[in-house]
């Protein structure tokens, strides 16, 4: 594989870094009540020395009661937890590694098979976690203020710990992506309404606040989805038009890097072309974009939940993507899970030492 397209520098804004693959977010859950550890810290870092260009966190919640539905799900609030933070940018950056948190608030969640609950009942814009299912309040305006203010907080003290970027999380069916999706969304006031455009207000405030507090030289980076965990086929924006009237607003309010999260990266997003999701909001905002979706391994990642095992795949068609200037990153997942010098490995053609991937990565933080 000729891979030179994968291995130039990038730069923007407080972001810069050797190649072009970022460590996707994928919940670990090992940060006992919130506070990530040593461990924690030694996991980033290996993949720091592995050669990653960005690290992006797992999701690590904000500062409201209900924003997490797991006890091991790490913080961005609270001195133990920012503690933690800062020992795992700092072990991050020591080992010549560029990372940002991805900054989460669950929304309505089912609860977890644990028994844990939130001190307080789960919020969302309706109470909703999937069409007709509910399982928590909605949002007064009070709560819609605060939470916002959450995500700003977070997004100042990511910049204060030294972090390089940062990654809203408004993708997966959590609480951003509940306002966008009418299904979950059911308000009449100014954070709901008919179109996707009207139900963005919640997300443009968030960004706006989020820019307030890192200014204007700080890479703001916001992940979204089409699909959600209950509907692979769901289109929040069913054509270019609508991709395009929903994403330029979220550009405006300060997003500076679209991830755009879809389970097979070679999958068009419209009839019109072969372009992906991330493709597509490229074409349509101008702006830096990033792919994702089952890159390197057979298979994709929700089924390895359900203990699908995985073999290496080829590049072939990422890098002609790629290459052809659809996107601009490329998020990996799965095989930095279960191996920590998979960058180096692809950079050196060492396809042969590439591993598969079982359940059984899931299960601890791989060191080697």
Known sequence: MKTDSLFRPFSLKSLNIPNRIVMAPMTRSFSPNGVPTDTVAAYYAKRAEGEVGLILSEGTVINRPSSSNEPNVPHFYGSDALAGWQNVINAVHAAGGAMGPQIWHMGVMNNHASGWTPPKLFEGPSGLNNPNLKNGVAMTDNDIADTIKAFGQAAADAKRLGFDTLELHGAHGY???????????????KWGGKTLTERSRFAIEVIKEVRKQVGDNFAVILRLSQW??????????????????????????????????????????????????????????????????????TGEFLAAFAGES???????????????????????????????????KIREQRTDELKGFTKDALAELVLD
Request: overall charge negative.
């Open 310 to 344: 995985s073999q290496p795949s080829s590049l072939d068609e990422l890098l002609r993507r790629m290459d052809r200037g659809d996107f601009d990153l490329v998020a990996v997942g799965r095989p930095l899970l279960s191996d920590p010098q998979w960058v180096k």
């Open 228 to 297: 959600k965990g209950t509907a692979y086929d769901n289109k929040l924006a069913a054509t270019p038009q609508e991709l395009e009237a929903w994403l330029n607003p979220l550009a405006d309010a300060g997003v500076d890097i679209f991830h755009c999260s879809q389970r097979r990266f070679w999958e068009p997003e419209f009839d019109e072309s072969d372009l992906n999701f991330a493709g597509w909001a490229k074409k349509v905002t101008g702006k830096v974009t990033i792919t994702v979706g089952s890159v390197g391994l």
């Open 175 to 189: 609480l951003i992506d509940q306002f966008f999706w009418d299904a979950t969304n059911l308000r009449t006031d």
